[in-house]
């Protein structure tokens, strides 16, 4: 599989990285040729076979439903390019 | 007087204990070893007072004899682990002025055996590279000049771009540079497909990645949440016995982490290596492989041999899909991790008219070309459509990768021996221009243990034509890095302890 232009422009809006048209055909090749790289494993048989859902095998531990931790707004905030009264800020969301 | 710097890590733990040397002495000494050595980029953060407050506080209690196993012991710390109120920036400009509030397990766990930082090292950017080169503070030289250098040669390039120079391999260039050119004891590094291994094997050092779930990931800067493994980097396999030993251990803060009480490595060390069994894989025999790394192998066997091993010829069929499904499954797992860099909560923030062109600007800003080539394929291989194509087929290899594991060691292998990297070190600027693959392709004898979450250990076994650096990797069964330590320390008595290069970079 190859991807076109219109599908890198559609890539990098989903990832949310702004990508100007210049960098485009540049980066269609870079992908290109990773997703050509790849293609190698179409090779393989796959079938029934499961996939990893965990590299090894342990159960993840449970803990008590309690708060363990907590107030600390200040520290959360700390390196938040900007905030206000305890919140963090962004552009206005909705009109 | 012996140069502090010079001495390993264990040598100096004893040192210190018998107080013949003070903590404080030997973190002054690695403090000007760090800044005759600016040119070579390897730290991107000195720590120069707390790192004297620390050493203090370690002279005080070894004095009082409440020593911790790593009592006053100079070592750096990979830009990728949360300091508290410390530079931390996994070296991208993203993280542009971060300081956590908190501090990663790991890091924690060496200040609790007593352990003095002296700074944050460099890094590829979200370790993401093979040669430190795609970091934003810029490449890393290693202190292995470059076939025929003089050294004055070496210190102008440093003075101009490094062009030239070599690698010392990535992504934990900074802390391979560092350990090899004796800036501190050892280093902290991390490994997702490679991150600690190739780098100690282009310098002549020794590198642990140890059991998935053998590190807490707690404070460690996400990368590929399913493969990122902590580890250490040092100048010899005691020594990186003692770091690991530091370093590992249960944490509640990560759920993935092992609650199996840490052995000690160390004892391991000198252990003999007598009956066992060595698999050697015909898998890693890759098409046009030089004869000086065929030759390194089959010499890494032959000592193993001589100390009363048996190495038997095994076969782990899906290696050569390993590193294509390293190709897909990192880079899913990185554009997932990676989505919180989103300049609201930390790090860079580009200004926007709205919240979407806030997110796109920063990121197009705050990311490196190969950050955002790989957040862009992860989100492709997990869109609608692509999910079971890629990412799920991937997935389903990783299985039998490590299949093809389990099988050998069912066989009765204790361990498996393999080269570290295809080639000696390349130059900075030499690879991965055109193709970003021809980079890739690294990480080829290293990415399989990542996928199977197994242990594996690099260790210095002799030079290339050119006189670089070669080494040879252990692969072992999970949670028993012991089995490693054992061997490597075999292969590091039988090819000699590596001479690093003499200073020569200021």
Known sequence: MSVDLNAVRRIAHLARIEVSEAETPHLQREINAILKFVEALDAVNVDGVQPMTSVIPMRLPMREDIVTDGDIASKVLANAPRSEDGFFVVPKVIE | MTDLTSLTLAEARDRLKSRAISSLEMTRAHLEAIERAR??????????????????????????????????????????????????????????????????????????DGAVMLGKLNMDEFAMGSSNETS?????????????WSPARGREALGSGKRGLLTPGGSSGGSASAVAARLCLAATASDTGGSIRQPAAFTGIVGVKPTYGRCSRYGM??????????????????????????????????????????????????????????????????????????????????????????????????????????YIVAPAEASSNLARYDGVRYGLREPASDVIELYQKTR?????????????????????????????????????????????????????????????AFGIGEKGSENPVEMYLNDVFTVTVNMAGLPGLVAPAGFSGEGLPLAL???????????????????????????LPERWWG
């Open chain 2, 221 to 326: 800067v996400a990368f590929a949440s399913s493969l990122d493994q902590a580890g250490p980097l040092a100048r010899t396999v005691r020594d990186a016995a003692i770091m690991l030993k530091a370093m590992a251990g249960p944490d509640a803060k990560d759920s993935t982490c092992s609650p199996a009480p840490v052995p000690d490595y160390e004892a391991a060390v000198g252990r003999s290596v007598k009956d066992m069994t060595i698999g050697v894989p015909k898998e890693y025999r890759l098409d046009g492989m030089s004869d000086e790394i065929e030759r390194l192998w089959a010499q890494g066997a032959e000592w193993l041999r001589a100390a009363g091993a048996r190495v038997v010829d095994v076969s782990l069929p899906h290696t050569p899909y390993a590193l294509p499904a390293y």
């Open chain 2, 136 to 148: 934003c503070y810029g490449p890393v030289a290693s202190p292995w000049l470059p076939p025929n």
């Open chain 2, 473 to 499: 990797q252990l692969i072992g069964r999970p949670f028993d890095e012991e089995t490693l330590f054992s061997l490597g320390e075999t292969i590091e008595q039988s090819a000699g302890r590596m001479t």
């Open chain 2, 39 to 112: 040119g070579l980029n390897a730290f991107v953060a000195v720590t120069a007072d707390k790192a004297l407050e620390m050493a203090r506080a370690s002279d005080a209690r070894l004095g009082k004899k409440e020593a911790g196993p790593l009592e006053g012991a100079p070592i750096g710390v990979k830009d990728l682990y949360a300091t508290e109120a410390v530079h931390t920036q996994a070296c991208s400009h993203i993280l542009q002025g971060f300081k956590p509030p908190y501090e990663s397990t790991v890091t924690a766990n060496l200040w609790r």
């Open chain 2, 364 to 424: 197009a800003k705050g990311f490196g070309a190969e950050v955002r080539r790989r957040l862009m394929i992860g989100t492709y291989v997990l869109s609608a459509g692509y999910y079971d194509a890629y990412y799920l087929r991937a997935q389903k290899i990783r299985t039998l990768i490590k299949r093809d594991f389990e099988r050998v060691f069912a066989d009765g292998v204790d361990a498996i021996l393999t080269p570290a990297t295809p080639s000696a």
